[in-house]
């Protein structure tokens, strides 16, 4: 097999991600054949040993990986490890029987779909801010959001930090008044091609709305559909392969060896 970037090799066997594992190395915790690995360094998986924090990664060619979605419940944090002791959506995927990691994220408020895979080729093709895959969710906002509101979120917005966003599709599902002391809501579906940190929180914010539900309900082709709370299920390989597609992505990597990537 050809050099390989080190922290590829770390992504394809499902160690971690390949932004991980450049911190990995980059703490001088990953060694090729005894010696600490650098930012840049190549290695071939077929001939040189390589190792984590002292253990040994058995490096496997023809692996099979797994893809998983995920209905996350609020109340959990979308990483791998928290050393604040507060739930991590690790804890709902522990009985998948290997190790997987999140691809993209929710924040501890938010909930709905969360894709989960040990294939780093594809988690990286899926989270590429280039490849723009069409993420769809549900808002609950107060109070009642305003054609103008809206009008400028769809637009795009400039956040807190600056940044404006692209333009947003948005579909008022239902909507209340303000009655009785409530202040009113709009129940939305919105579509949004990048994923900014707590985006549409950020975006309403900005348009003097509260955010009080968020739930992602599709990413591309795939709908959260009937999965319940906590839950998870395999992804089918059309499934797979359609969200590929969306992300303009080529066969997997397994199917073309030595291509440059």
Known sequence: MAQQRIQKVLSDQGVCSRRAAEALIAEGRVKVNGRPAALGDKMDPDVDKLAVDGKNIAVRRKR???????????????TAHDGHGRKTV??????????VYPVGRLDKDSEGLLLFTDDGAFANLMTHPGNGIAKLYRVTVHPRATEEQLARMAAGVVLDDGVRTAPV???????????????????????LHEGRNRQI?????AVGLEVARLRRSAEGPVKLGMLAPGQWRELKKSEVAAL????????????????AR
């Open 201 to 205: 929180r950020r975006m309403c914010a």
């Open 169 to 191: 599709v948005i579909r008022v599902v239902a909507e209340e008044s303000a009655a009785a002391g409530k202040p009113g809501r709009s129940v939305l579906e919105m579509t």
């Open 90 to 99: 690790m804890e709902l995927v522990a009985d998948v029987g290997r190790r």
């Open 244 to 259: 590929r597609g969306a992300a303009g992505g080529a066969p997997h990597a397994a199917q073309r060896q030595g291509a």
């Open 64 to 78: 099979k990986y797994i893809y998983l979605m995920l209905n996350k419940p609020r109340g959990y944090i979308t």
